[in-house]
């Protein structure tokens, strides 16, 4: 808003900076309401450095058509939708419940949470609380790491209910793939699962499914 500023509608985006213009932006190819701005980032810090390291037009064009990021609001091929997200602090989790709301009707979303205790984990379990309906908690292979029953105790002072008939509920697992493999075995096709919390948590998942590919 002050040395740079961008804007847009449904179909492109421009940016202007003191010195330089962009216009009919293509949207970046990541999921997620705060890409724009991250994008708009990206051109001020390249702009910035122009003279040392120039890029041209295209390539800004290119990189936002071409960006992958796993991980971040990942949503994988296939039914049940499953979403990776490594989002683990209030800001991140809220940024993940916009997404979530945005994806259409889904009859159940399991989620799938670790987290390190030394996070806000009430900040980030709130902003997901209206999108899940399973909470499958989860160990993760650190010191630093909350335990899963801690998450499950935080989550019952937070409202859930450890067990909600077949609507719902909250349980403890030792480790993400196991989390998985149970979120897999209880959705059906129109079902969605969220793998959120921490980078371990979405790498926990996704080493699984690797090893599962072989």
């Not at 969605?192 to 690797?210: C, D, E, K, L, W």
């Amino acid at each position: 808003g002050r040395d740079y500023n961008f804007q847009g509608d449904k179909q492109q985006w421009g940016w202007a900076g003191r010195q330089k213009r962009f216009s009919g932006l293509g949207y970046p190819a990541l999921r997620g309401a705060n890409q724009i701005l991250n994008a708009s980032a990206v051109i001020a810090a390249l702009m910035a450095l122009h003279l040392r390291l120039p890029v041209s037009a295209q390539d800004i064009r290119n990189g936002f058509a071409l960006v992958e990021l796993p991980g971040r609001f990942q949503v994988l091929p296939g039914q049940p939708t499953i979403v990776l997200d490594v989002a683990h602090n209030p800001h991140a989790a809220a940024t993940l419940g916009q997404g979530l709301d945005k994806m259409g009707y889904h009859p159940y979303t399991y989620a799938i949470f670790g987290a390190m205790a030394d996070k806000d984990i009430a900040g980030v379990i709130k902003p997901l609380l209206s999108s899940v309906d399973f909470w499958f908690c989860t160990d993760l292979p650190t010191p630093r790491a909350s335990s899963a029953s801690s998450l499950s105790e935080k989550l019952v002072e937070l409202g859930v209910a450890l067990k909600n008939g077949d609507d719902g509920g909250i349980e403890c697992f030792p480790d993400p793939a196991a989390a998985y493999q149970k979120a897999l075995s209880k959705a059906r096709e129109g079902d969605r699962i969220v793998i959120f919390g921490s980078f371990y948590t979405v790498a926990g998942v996704m080493a699984y499914r690797n090893n599962q590919a072989y």
